[in-house]
């Protein structure tokens, strides 16, 4: 089994920062590429950024300059930066990771999600 946790969700004022962290646990070969999305109230999941395993990463528009992904491979965890936050970064934000497995075909597991609440 895999599981995905986060941490790090509260309630900051706008312009304030928050960090989320998520970890993979469980047995699995390698934890490939992570990613963060987020849904926020009565609005489909959206993709926010991916890290791969060697770094590189890639953001949506809306967070380029304000969100930093990161990880940590030995420890199979992600970060997400969050800086310069709006009211309209309010969501549930998810980890999402694709693992291989001894046995089995790699494939994407999800956290439980951690709310971020950003007030005006």
């Known amino acids: 089994q895999v599981q995905l946790g986060e941490s790090g969700g509260g309630l900051v004022q706008a312009g304030g920062s928050l960090k989320l962290s998520c970890v993979a646990s469980?047995?699995?070969?390698?934890?490939?590429?992570m990613a963060w999305y987020r849904q926020a109230p009565g609005k489909q999941r959206e993709w926010v950024a991916h890290?791969?395993?060697?770094?590189?990463?890639n953001y949506t528009d809306s967070v380029k300059g304000r969100f930093t992904i990161s990880r940590d491979n030995a420890k199979n965890t992600m970060y997400l930066q969050m800086n310069s936050l709006t009211p309209e970064d309010t969501a549930v934000y998810y980890c999402?990771?694709?693992?291989?497995?001894?046995?089995?075909?790699?494939?994407?597991?999800w956290g439980q999600g951690t709310q971020v609440t950003v007030s005006s």
């Open positions: 469980g047995s699995f070969i390698r934890v490939g590429t």
């Open positions: 890290v791969i395993r060697g770094g590189r990463s």
């Open positions: 999402n990771a694709r693992v291989s497995r001894f046995g089995a075909v790699d494939r994407d597991y």
